[in-house]
């Protein structure tokens, strides 16, 4: 793709369709829940539906203003619990986008704010003494819409299915290994009610997010992925903000983390949100930091709180918040090769090295609990002290904080503040089952969120595939949420092509994992392109995959002819001689019997291609 | 890349050394034991040697003349063992090229020929009675120098890694788990020996291939990987097709497969085989269906055998033979959702079903030991049956063929012939393990050479990533070689950045399969690409990487300027603040004393990170 190709893309916001495929609705036991599914239509009559992250940007039938933000699709379940109210909320001041930037900018941030006024919402928040929080509700034993949307769709349509799963019934071969996991055949709002409320799942959706289309995170779920964005040095416009998520979330994207740094991060926060069907995770302390000028020392209780409770009101979904980054663990990384590689974790070590204080996330933590549950922010209690490289792998610092993050998501749960654990990093192979079991012991299956891990050091550029491994084999092992590496990891900023790159990597990791579980009906979608190999139905194989204009491009740079997409034979063997037709003769042979076979086959002229004209050019 | 510039590219061979790197030989008990290394000079001071596959291409002192050859390193210890003698070889008739081809293409493949007449060589085979197989001399104790040479060349230089060994030395947890490989701390040539002796480590170096730079595939050894190269529909030079080759083992081929049909397939061999210096493999069934017109039943072991004998007189190192594709075991394909995938096991199939005969190679397994070891041709005996799909992953088909291979390994073994067995394809990730156990015990340890497998079938255009997370898990249970799988699997042909990602990936898999395993040694270079992260220096981590000009230009896109590279910070969080820079800081703070140094850091006015010029545009 050339520069002006690639900017024009950056311009618009990416809305096509997949090929052959519909967006679906499912709708539960009212009429207000309608989940959202991907239908492919395969060329011999298949319907085959799947996960959709995507949101309604796929949909064509669905009129999209970012200017106006996403229907609210949450609001009427929020409002009809009746235990919220809207206020006015924390005043905007020019500190949360930067400061003096609107000056330096010369009015273009507040031009592009005016244009998306209609972005601006009143806030909700829990009434006094109420907890809004998923995990309350649960404990309550209270089914949540939210909860019987989630049910309907992790377990996708099975009607297509029967045929794919009917294997997995008939040969044991065929059954996963969960590894300690409990998947039920089908979900149902009260499973997902009772994940939640032992803490084994998250919901993160934020009242004040209420566009959100609600998706959990557990063990005993689909295996889920998180992308990151951020913000541009020079903001161009609000399309260019919005398209960084519609593009993470086109390919797969679960959730989706808003890391930006430096100018505009409030406004843009309020574009991303707004208009964003999945969960946004932030990291607080990078805001806060920027409040302070960047200098760590400087940072403050008040000035985190403050951010909390601005991007809260915004409707962060989930905090990652770095609480058992402890002053006693500081030391136990100075014999490490690459010490402290986390942001959130240096920014804290700075500050505790130069007050010789405790942590400030973990004095105040109970004070935080107070927060995330007047709003139902999810914590994802970041993993400050994470090895940065193989060699610093499961170590005394790493499983030091991973104990506190144990310690501190029994806190949360007393608050039924829902809560996720994040986890490494870089770890070599044999050492990724210690970091599972270590966290489900001390963290009591609160969901494991990894980034990777990567399984070596030296491949920088390809660090999407080094880790792919690593979340493969965690994500099998029960992680719940693997969050993304791209090949520019280590090296830069990853633009456009490399985002796709790290999820669609990801979506491997995490089908992989689902795979092996042998969660129900995972296994269909690749039944279902098996059989498109096998019948040579070359559209249907490219519909089914994970990236199906990729697959077109392949295909057609050694078959270009649009007839060789009907073609009995694949580019591998040529229209000569082809395995997967041989196999159906055999297979008409073997029904025959054998001998009687031959015999016929010899007579008819030993032919089992069909033959056709060679492609041109 | 545009088209005009990858065309120069194909028509030039690859001879840059990679960056600061230099080619050194490690000399062994004579001076004609040298073993090639590539020696990275980082900016430190340090000086790290890593493996090398690419040959004397990378190596700028060294003049090279493919239409002569390389050099043959091994011709004397050949000769010195006065096991072997020159004959005239059987006569090239004009059916190896694929019959009247000369007069379609107008003589360009006879002009081709004649330009690089210069590599025909007189053949060498066994005297009458003798057996000239690494096996045989290693049951017999002799430690030839090819054994030698491949205990250099496994232990690598020790000198430069003894700072990172003595950790995995302090510290249990940096131990690797070999999963029942015995791997000792230094590799000796009698160890070399007495692997190849069990069978559980194979030489592949045919007395033809005096060019090889001798290597070793078994379980106690570094994982090595193949990729594959096939000919060109229209042959426009002899640069060309050797470029193929030498652009596979730039980037890490320990091994290359030339599957090649159709023309000219007999004389760009004689080019591949004189200008490489790893050993080629071949599927020689390919070859023989081409010599019948491609009509599968007209094959017969006659027209089998002189291919074979052909192909040994050029000097391929290791054949595919799938001589376990049994005809009872057909019939088990046929509930299959794939069938069939391996296109020799159709051909095979296709045969036996037309004659309803058991399979040739069967019934003349015995004829075919007596060939490979008059010339020392390793087996890899194929996998004809392997899972086209996930949902015929571990079937009757697959595991009887399998206990088949197990049976023909015995018979190689009773004439001394090397052996190893190849294996699959689409295995979900819980089912792998099933297969090594397997293979294990079926086959005593012979190598087993796998092809992924791949984890998920939902990934056209991705599967070197679907597959390399299958690679790296089974090559650490102990896999012995890795066949690469590119982007381009399951939709076409792969071309040179096809090429290039798959050998990537691969190299991936196989050194994560190592640093799992513990193979002494082996995170060493990782943990000097963790050490110049730590330090910031850039141009060691380009160096260090296994793509170093991809992981440079990564870089540059977000800091392009020169200074950055010296920059005491990365593109990830920017100079003003840097986790890895504050990591150093409190490293000296801890050795300081924390209150102690908390004072003076305050007084020195809190600043971690060193100003820079901001880069420029």
Partial sequence: MNAPDKLQELLTLTRE?????????VEGSRPDIRVPMREIALTNGERVTVYDTSGPYTDPTTAIDIRQGLAPVRAGWIEARGDT???TGRQRVALDDGGKNEERDGGRIEQLRAEAAGLQRMPRRAKAGANVSQMHYARQGIVTPEMEYIAIRENGKREWMREYLQDAEREARLKGNAMGARIPEIITP??????????????PANINHPEVEPMIIGRNFLVKINSN???SAVTSSIEEEVEKLVWSIRWGGDTVMDLSTGKNIHTTRDWILRNSPVPIGTVPIYQALEKVGGIAEDLSWEIFRDTLIEQAEQGVDYFTIHAGVRLPFIPMTTKRRTGIVSRGGSILAKWMITHHKENFLYTHFEEICE??????VTFSLGDGLRPGSGADANDEAQFAE??????????????DVQTMIEGPGHVPMHMIQANMDEQLKHCKEAPFYTLGPLTIDIAPGYDH???AIGAAMIGWMGTAMLCYVTPKEHLGLPDRDDVKAGIIAYKIAAHAADVAKGHPGQRARDDAMSKARFEF???DQFALGLDPQTAEEYHDETLPKDSSKEAHFCSMCGPKFCSMKITQDVRDYAEKGMAEKSAEFKAAGGEFYIPIQPAKG
Same sequence: chains 1, 2.
Avoid: C, Q
């Avoid at 997949?18 to 609705?25: D, G, L, W």
């Fill in 17 to 25: 369709p997949f090929p052959a495929s519909t967006k679906v609705h």
């Fill in 85 to 87: 109210e809207s206020y």
């Fill in 190 to 203: 009260e499973f997902v009610r009772d994940e939640v409320a032992r803490g084994r799942a998250v919901i």
């Fill in 229 to 231: 964005i951020g913000n």
């Fill in 371 to 376: 927060i995330m549950k007047a709003y139902d």
């Fill in 402 to 415: 991973l104990r506190t993050l144990g310690e501190l998501t029994e806190i949360a749960w007393k608050h």
């Fill in 465 to 467: 595939i080094a880790s």
């Fill in 537 to 539: 139905r070359w559209r």
